[in-house]
């Protein structure tokens, strides 16, 4: 990102009045007002003045068909950067995700899917989460149960993760295979998907023949499991919230959002690209490729188990969007997200 000079504290404060005044009405803003609704001092004559300054320095735009002038990216970057840190949510947005997390809660991406429509409620954008992975996932249960004509395998992971998958029953297996199989499996609790498969190929190699082929079995099912959740996925909720956006949102711009959050893998790519290892984070427009693109920005926020990061949550939306309440509500929804993890891992 291209490096731009320091503002003083007066461009500071009209940048900050403007931004505020468009993401209200979204509006180009004019100085007359700035004059009036900011409470800054100054006649409107010298708000033009740090208007233009602005334009010239690049915080600002001035669209053809008005007198008046909206944020850049820059200008939307300046102003998330000088936000207080850990801003305060309303009473009644505090009130609602108390509600929600006061729910029973035995699985980890159900929670996750209430949580992204829950931020989208809370902020009137889509809500996004990346869900843990298979692969990093530890095994809590793992059992063969024999079913007559077929086999079921059911794992179950820390997060409340399951997978099953029905197989054929082999000829001529002996009763007490399935039993001694499913004991000998017993050994990878605790362990990753990606682990347990390793080690069942181990197990598997020492095992008689009936048993050593159940075992392979389960290996199988869970190496599909892992491959099939290796790139991730993502939970996507409140997408509707972004069509009440399209008499300030362009519709080929709302268009090409649309069709990325229908294709799941490049959405998934981009939220990689823009989270880290911190805490809120915000991507701005231009800041990213497809962000550009979109003329979006996202909000996102990890959550972790313990110390261990183990999947994301935020928000997409225009870059015309509240900030502080948007991230107030993303910090605070992965907050909440942190304690289920880690109480469901404890």
């Known amino acids: 990102m291209t490096d731009r000079p320091d503002l003083g504290p007066r461009k500071a404060a009209v940048l900050r009045a403007v931004v505020e005044s468009y993401v209200r009405s979204g509006e180009p803003v004019g100085s007359e007002t700035i004059a009036e609704h900011s409470g800054l001092g100054v006649s409107s004559a010298t708000i033009r003045n740090e208007m233009a300054a602005l334009e010239e320095m690049g915080y600002l735009s001035h669209p053809h068909t008005s007198a008046g002038r909206i944020p850049t990216d820059a200008g939307y970057r300046h102003y998330v950067d000088a936000l207080p840190v850990g801003g305060k949510l309303r009473e009644v947005q505090r009130r ?65 993760r399951v997978d099953k998958q029905i197989v054929d029953h082999p000829e001529r297996l002996e009763p007490h295979s399935v039993a001694r199989a499913e004991a000998r499996a017993q050994a990878v609790r605790g362990l990753t998907y990606l682990e347990a498969q390793a080690r069942l190929l181990q197990i598997a190699a020492e095992a008689p023949g009936e048993e050593h082929d159940l075992l392979l079995t389960v290996a199988d099912v869970l190496r599909i499991a892992s491959v099939g959740e290796r790139s991730g996925h993502v939970v996507v909720g409140g997408v509707a919230n972004l069509a009440d956006e399209t008499q300030d949102w362009r519709r080929a711009t709302l268009r090409r959002l649309f069709e990325s959050l229908e294709h799941e893998q490049e959405l998934l790519h981009v939220l990689q690209d823009v989270s880290d290892s911190g805490e809120v984070k915000v991507t701005i427009g231009g800041e990213h490729p497809s962000t550009g693109e979109w003329e979006a920005s996202i909000v996102t926020a990890p959550f972790r188990s313990g110390e261990q990061t183990v999947g994301t949550i935020g928000i997409v939306g225009p870059t015309r969007m509240d900030y502080l309440s948007a991230m107030a509500s993303v910090r605070s929804v992965a907050e909440r997200l942190t304690e289920v993890a880690t109480e469901l891992d404890a």
């Open 96 to 160: 609602e995700i108390a509600s929600h997390f006061a729910k029973a809660i035995l699985d980890l991406e159900e929670v996750l899917k209430g949580s992204v429509q829950l931020l989208s409620r809370l902020t009137q954008y889509a809500g996004l989460a990346v869900p843990p992975g298979a692969s990093d996932e530890q095994l809590v249960r793992l059992e063969l149960i024999d079913m007559g004509p077929t086999l079921m395998v059911l794992a179950i992971g820390q997060h409340g």
